[in-house]
């Protein structure tokens, strides 16, 4: 999730999560239909024009559907093939898509990146010789959080901003305090492209998007061309309004993704399959396992929301991050830019995901769904 307006964030999460407990009932005998219901509820009260949503249990597709409308200035509904920005979700992608180059021998999570990339050189010569790609992927660099997004701004390609980056001083020694950094996740995708002899763009696509069957899935903005993707929407004086969708393509890696939840369920039919779908290995299972695995410990801050907290901990993976709920690990990434929230949620264990993507940003409804999901899921409520 990126940082927009802290204040305004805190203050409209703090007055809408309260306002949707009520929403919340024990789930019934048929928990599909009933988190359906919650849905739709939901959306109206948090007014989230609207929403696409995926449910994956037992190795299924249990539920996939599209709620509300994609323009609130026209007709026209969501349904499961409409497309979203994925926002920070797409660093999923860029560390799943790592994941197939390290499986293929070509990139090792813990060897310094100068090996890959050797045109890199850090504001010390400590981060030159010894940053990896695990500590780009866990948030572990010490670049200063929610920092240097205004690099994708000014024109550079992605051999100058890399270049630029020897400038940009960490607050924090390698590996020493979690910070959260676009800019890292943008040398994770350089490093993982090199070494598969790509661009980024081309290897999410031809190693992830084909073999997963995402056809509707893409990595820049102009997806959002498509006659049936949404517009993204923000409250403007009181009102919900369409705004300009953030476009951060050269830096894509970071947060330039597109899909749809139908899409985004398969990805998560694989994470669950322990790296299989529809009968091709897609990944290693020691493979996803290291994506899962806690690299770095986390202090939870104002992206966390309930029930993340300090009794549940909080730590970051290789393009996830991970807490302890209800006796289960918790497998997320969420994600918000300029007119949408998004958020992944998978519980191993449970063999159970949900996707949920919403075309309204500073907005609790993705957290509301994934309170009742939990409590359809481990049977009380988050």
């Not at 995402?214 to 009102?239: E, F, W, Y």
């Not at 290789?318 to 006796?327: F, M, P, Q, T």
């Not at 958020?343 to 907005?363: E, F, M, Q, R, S």
Request: hydrophobic share 45%; aromatic share 10%; charged share 20%.
């Amino acid at each position: 999730m990126k940082l927009l307006r802290y204040t305004t964030f805190v203050s409209l999460i703090t007055a809408t999560l309260p306002v949707s407990a009520h929403l919340v009932a024990a789930a019934g005998n048929d928990p599909v239909a009933e988190l359906d219901s919650f849905i739709t509820r939901a959306l109206k009260e948090f007014q989230v024009p609207g929403a696409a949503v995926a449910v994956v249990r037992d190795g299924k597709v249990a539920l996939v559907k599209g709620y509300g409308v994609r323009d609130v200035t026209k007709a026209g509904a969501v349904d499961e093939n409409t497309i979203f920005q994925l926002a920070s979700v797409t660093k999923t992608l860029t560390a799943t898509a790592a994941a197939t180059v390290v499986d293929q021998g070509k990139l090792d999570w813990d060897k310094p990146i100068f090996n890959y990339l050797p045109e890199f050189v850090g504001y010390d010569p400590y981060m030159t010789r010894w940053l990896t790609e695990r500590d780009l992927l866990a948030q572990r660099t010490g670049w200063p959080a929610f920092t240097g997004d205004q690099l994708d701004s000014f024109g550079y390609d992605r051999a100058e901003i890399l270049w630029r980056l020897r400038f940009f001083k960490p607050r924090y020694s390698l590996r020493e305090v979690a910070q959260y950094s676009n800019p890292g996740f943008f040398v994770a995708g350089e490093v993982a492209a090199r070494c598969a002899k790509k661009s980024w763009n081309d290897l999410v696509e031809q190693s992830l998007f084909k073999p997963l069957e995402m056809s509707r899935s893409g990595t820049v903005i102009k997806a959002l061309q498509d006659p049936n993707a949404t517009a993204a929407h923000a409250l403007v004086d009181g009102k919900i309004a369409v705004v300009e969708p953030s476009e951060l393509d050269v830096t894509g890696a970071a947060s330039s993704g597109t899909s749809t939840a139908a899409d985004v369920s398969k990805l998560m039919l694989m994470f669950l399959n322990k790296g299989m779908y529809n009968e091709k290995r897609i990944l290693k299972p020691g493979t996803i396992e290291e994506i899962f695995k806690r690299s770095m410990v986390s202090a939870i801050d104002f992206t966390d929301l309930p029930p993340i907290s300090d009794k549940t901990g909080f730590y970051y993976g290789l393009g996830v991050g991970s807490y302890d709920y209800a006796g289960h690990q918790i497998i997320e990434k969420g994600g918000a830019l300029a007119g949408v929230r998004t958020i992944i949620v998978l519980v191993p264990d449970k063999d159970a995901g949900i996707v949920i993507l919403a075309n309204l940003n500073l907005t609790a409804f993705p957290e509301a769904v994934r309170a009742y999901f939990f409590e359809s899921t481990f049977g009380h409520r988050a």
